[in-house]
């Protein structure tokens, strides 16, 4: 069973460009959610998607931003680059919402350099 | 608000001691879940255990062993007899009954030295 996959592993931008991350979750996963792991603020929750709408979101800036398509493909966007986005970034699947007791399931990450 | 802590910032251990990692949570929610998992250099999170709000027996799986403790708001984890392969990032994480937002401690770095 094929696990979460991110694209692409690693990337560098520049001050005010803008990326899109990608994730698939595991095959019947319905949910996926977004983190930023950065050295000092450790891994922040960004939002998560469940059945092509967003379901929570953390707080980050608009710059941050994401969709979820009808296979559960999971897209997020970083618009207006700063060097503070330099970051891993991590989707994680699951099977569900609520009422579900799973864990979470990582994909290996997005590290995106920006300089 | 929720909050996870880890206070332990970095371990080295040498081979075959036995290393406890602490985690104390912060939720007034009566119904959560704790999760440990293992962040190897490759970057993904392995999960390693989950332990809901309403039970608190300990859990022991191969070298890995956990002790819950509402008391002290405390989800400790000690592995046994530590390895090489046991060197990584560990993060100790709390969900509430509602969503699948996860919160997590800053995580612990474990060196077990060869």
């Known amino acids: 069973k094929a696990g979460v996959t991110q694209t692409p592993r690693y990337l560098i931008k520049t001050r005010g460009q803008q990326v899109t991350l990608s994730c698939s979750p595991i095959?019947?996963?319905?949910?996926v959610s977004w983190y930023q792991q950065t050295p000092g603020q450790g891994l922040q929750f960004l939002f998560e998607?469940?059945?092509?709408?967003?379901?929570n979101k953390g707080n980050f800036p608009g710059r941050f931003s994401g969709r979820q398509f009808s296979n559960s493909r999971s897209e997020m966007n970083v618009s207006t680059l700063e060097l503070g986005d330099s970051a891993l970034y991590l989707c994680a699947s699951s099977r569900g919402l609520t009422s579900n007791t799973g864990e979470l399931f990582f994909g290996e990450g997005s590290r995106l350099t920006v300089l | 608000a929720q909050k996870v802590t880890q206070a332990q910032t970095e371990i080295s251990v040498v081979e075959k001691e036995d290393v406890t990692l602490d985690c104390v949570y912060e939720?007034?929610?009566?119904?959560?879940?704790l999760f440990w998992y293992k962040q190897p250099p490759s970057g993904e999170l392995v999960f390693l255990i989950r332990?809901?709000?309403?039970?608190?027996q300990n859990e022991i799986s191969g070298r890995y062993s956990w002790n819950f403790q509402k008391s002290t708001s405390s989800f400790n984890f000690t592995i046994t007899a530590s390895q090489v392969v046991d060197s990584a990032v560990y993060f100790c994480?709390?969900?509430?009954?509602?969503?699948?937002?996860?919160?997590f401690g800053t995580g612990t770095s474990l060196t077990v030295i060869p």
């Open positions: 994480a709390l969900r509430l009954n509602t969503g699948n937002q996860f919160y």
């Open positions: 095959s019947g996963h319905r949910s």
């Open positions: 939720t007034r929610d009566t119904t959560y879940y």
């Open positions: 998607y469940f059945s092509e709408t967003q379901r």
């Open positions: 332990r809901n709000s309403f039970d608190e």
